[in-house]
């Protein structure tokens, strides 16, 4: 029989990839989180995942459309709320100002917090004015 954990990981596994064969590297880890996030240069969108509806459904999709912009983040990082539950609270302390909330993005500069969409602006919308919420983060945050 199946640990509870191991059909997690089996369920939840290609949300994960959805992300990362997209360009997106996990953090696993509070010290992940904090060797990558401070450091970062330049724009850096972190998506905050779950395995609700609206992650698989909306979030997800429209942030790998957000993608096809002229202008990207520098790097793209992801954490899995409810999963690696360290390492979301440590992401999360770098999103200063915002309440926790996944699905979500954060857009970073330079390591400091510049805007968060959060998951009552995903859930509530369409694909495409989810990832034109990202896409004019992107231009605005941009250099």
């Given amino acids: 029989m ?9 369920v939840i596994q290609p949300m994960r990839d959805e992300l990362t064969r ?6 696993r880890t509070a010290e992940e989180v904090e060797q ?4 970062a240069k330049g724009l850096t969108l972190v998506v905050v995942n779950s395995v609700c509806g609206c992650a698989a459904g909306l979030a997800r999709p429209a942030v790998v459309h957000s993608l096809k ?7 793209l990082y992801t954490v899995f709320a409810g999963q690696d539950k360290e390492a979301t609270a440590k992401a999360r302390e770098y999103f200063e100002g915002y309440a926790p909330s996944s699905p979500s993005f954060a857009i970073m500069k330079d390591g400091k ?14 694909l495409q004015t989810i990832a034109n919420l990202l ?7 941009s250099n």
Avoid: V
């Fill in 22 to 27: 997209n360009g997106f590297t996990e953090l």
């Fill in 135 to 141: 896409t004019n983060a992107y231009e605005t945050y």
């Fill in 36 to 39: 990558t996030l401070p450091n």
């Fill in 113 to 126: 917090i510049m805007t968060m969409i959060e998951r009552h602006q995903i859930e509530n919308n369409d």
């Fill in 2 to 10: 199946m640990s509870y954990e191991a059909y997690m990981n089996q």
């Fill in 69 to 75: 912009h002229p202008k990207k983040p520098d790097n």
